[in-house]
């Protein structure tokens, strides 16, 4: 089968960010299929760039992006790579089918104009419940676009032949728009057992980082946007920052970075390290270093569905996890003893688990082997990678 898969925000094994599509198209092509990746990248010196990425035929369409972009020029550069994206897509001769993975939400019209004009079914991967995370978060208000928002969401579902959703709650938001449940399947996201995983700690990398060697360290890692609720964590630290056993390790980027670097300067706090991006390797190399997790978001009850990176691949190095959504990562840690659920309304609360957690260096343990137990047996992208496979291969396409 011949699949053009689009995402707007592809990366490969070797590259920070979300590599989930980057899996899936492996175990695609390893039972025999042709994957073509559709994607953007503010980097080529072109306005299309082809390239072959470990057996994936891979389309770079030159559209900048940015996580300290302005909303409004985030949306144009939606509304680019929608319109570029569609235009490229009607130029690929014989797919049979096409997967679109948001978010954005616009990432849909693509499929639907091959859908439309091409004859050609798609299946749809939903990441986030948008437009309902903009819409909560402030983002969108305006009425008529509001309206005009969820029919266009209704109108991608509808058309869709399957859609994959990565989360309970993402799952139950696809059924409420009178998707028939047996049109959607659930397939979170993935840990990378291979890339993430306990082992000594480095105490040279330790020492080139700044740290202290025998401090308790606590990780964010991951994208520093609103939706991430990272104030909360600055606030928690206000009642820990005289305790200068606990450092606090951030890596990632985003919009509310240098807002967070300024606060914690402004308070005088010493303990916090903001230390950039890296890739996987490193990445993995430095969260080793490591004792709990943090796995934070803002508070709005739309957040609670959401399938985190860090949270899996936090689940695949062994360390117990934070969390402050009151959804089924909940439910996760806890049924699982793999990390513990702190109030997203109280900072005081994450501060005292935090201490809690660093007293008990026994529970601590106990978590983390957890933690790892749990990526190896349910999350692993070795299994979730065939369950959607599995699914691509259970399509009819002639059904359309």
């Not at 053009?4 to 094994?13: A, D, E, G, K, P």
């Not at 599509?21 to 092509?29: H, K, M, P, T």
């Not at 985003?254 to 303990?271: N, V």
Request: glycine share 6%; charged share 25%.
């Amino acid at each position: 089968m011949k699949i053009l898969y689009i995402h707007q925000y592809f990366h490969t094994s070797s590259e920070a960010g979300g590599t989930r599509s980057y899996w899936i198209s492996q175990e695609l092509i390893k039972n025999g299929h042709e994957v073509i990746m559709l994607t953007s990248s503010s980097e080529i010196d072109s306005k299309v760039k082809r390239i072959d990425i470990n057996g994936i035929d891979v389309i770079y369409l030159k559209v900048p992006y940015s996580q300290y972009m302005s909303i409004f020029k985030r949306l144009m550069s939606f509304v680019n790579f929608m319109l570029k994206s569609a235009r490229i897509a009607l130029k690929e001769k014989d797919v049979d089918l096409v997967i679109a993975t948001s978010t954005p939400l616009t990432i849909g019209f693509p499929a639907l104009v091959v859908k439309k004009l091409k004859k050609t079914p798609f299946l749809f991967e939903v990441r986030d419940l948008w437009p309902e995370v903009p819409i909560q978060m402030g983002g969108l208000n305006n009425k008529l676009l509001i309206k005009l928002a969820v029919w266009f969401e209704k109108t991608i579902y509808k058309n869709a032949m399957h859609v994959v959703a990565l989360s309970p709650g993402m799952y139950d938001g696809v059924v409420k728009r009178n998707i028939p449940p047996e049109k959607v399947s659930m397939i979170p996201n993935m840990s990378k057992i291979d890339i993430f995983w306990s082992r000594d700690k480095d105490l040279v990398l330790v020492d080139n980082l700044g740290l202290k060697r025998d401090s308790f360290k606590v990780v964010y890692f991951g994208a520093m946007g609103l939706a991430n609720g990272m104030d909360y964590i600055i606030e928690a630290i206000k009642y820990l920052k005289d305790n200068q056993e606990i450092e606090f390790v951030f890596m990632g980027s985003g919009a509310t970075e240098p807002i967070l670097k300024d606060t914690c300067e402004s308070l005088g706090i010493k303990t916090a390290h903001f230390l950039g991006g890296f890739d996987l390797e490193k990445l993995s190399e430095i969260v080793n270093l490591c004792d709990v997790s943090l796995v934070t978001f803002a508070d709005f009850p739309i957040l609670a569905t959401n399938s985190p990176n860090k949270l899996f691949d936090s689940l695949s190095a062994g360390k117990p996890i934070i969390v402050n959504s009151p959804g089924w990562t909940k439910d996760m840690i806890e049924n699982n003893k793999c990390g513990v659920f702190v109030d997203p309304k109280n900072p005081k609360d994450l501060a005292k688990n935090i201490l809690s957690l660093k007293e008990d260096p026994k529970t601590c343990k106990e978590m983390g082997l957890n933690a790892r137990r749990l990526a190896e047996t349910k999350y692993d992208k070795s299994i979730l990678c065939k369950e959607f496979t599995d699914v691509v291969a259970s399509l009819d396409l002639n059904k359309q």
